[in-house]
């Protein structure tokens, strides 16, 4: 008797299931950060009895939910990585030609700018306001740049709930939704379109604010997420029929 889950099929299914488990955790967790905690935050903020509420919140709540969703980012993307690893050898070259790369690539360089902004921006940000609230907590004054670090990190968390939604729907586009593809379409000018369209939104995320293209609000955020979606797969399907 053999088991499936041992052959190279197996390994593949193995190693999709921990990115959809450490995904869920990680996604789950930057929704909880940007549709719960944000507005239970201003309710806080807006009541003077509640306000010392949110300084226990994020000495004892807040470091919490921040390892899961760092480690559960780490996770996801190793384990993505890992997949495409196993993968692209089996496909060979010719994964290059298909609508399952166009996809895939696309919802991975989302994917993967979204990893490096936990690590490298809200993380490191996060660690600051901490700080903060446990230095007036033992009676000494706030740190005078906790509210530019929450500032930042709140900004790139908004990206990358904007970046969550297309990314969802491309990984599932990917297998999910066959497309026509010209096979002498050129994946070099597709692929530039895309990174220049994701990295202007991302330099916003670095150096910009929410207001700029209107990602304040959870309704924001959510309507130009599921725009940015609209705007992706178009310029994915015409990219490979058209270019």
Known sequence: MTFSLFSSGGLELFLRYIHYFAGVIWIGMLY?????????????????????????????????VLGWFRYGALATWISGVCILAVKGPAMGSAML???WWAFIGTGALLGTIMFLNVWLIIWPNQKIVIASATQVAAGG???????????KAGLASRHNTLFSLPMLFL???ASHLPAQVNPDYNGKILALI?????????????KGKTDTIKITSIKGV??????????LYVVIEFGIQKL
């Open 32 to 64: 909880y950060f940007n549709f719960v905690q944000g507005e239970w935050f201003k309710t806080l903020d807006a009541d003077e009895k509640l306000k010392p509420a949110r300084g226990i919140a994020v000495r004892t709540l807040v470091p919490r």
């Open 97 to 99: 030609a298909t609508s």
């Open 141 to 151: 004054a706030a740190l005078p740049e906790a509210a530019g670090a929450a500032a």
């Open 171 to 173: 990984m599932g586009a």
């Open 194 to 206: 895309l990174v220049v369209i994701i990295g202007l939104l991302e330099l916003n995320a670095i």
């Open 222 to 231: 959510v309507h130009m997420g599921i725009l940015l979606t609209a705007i």
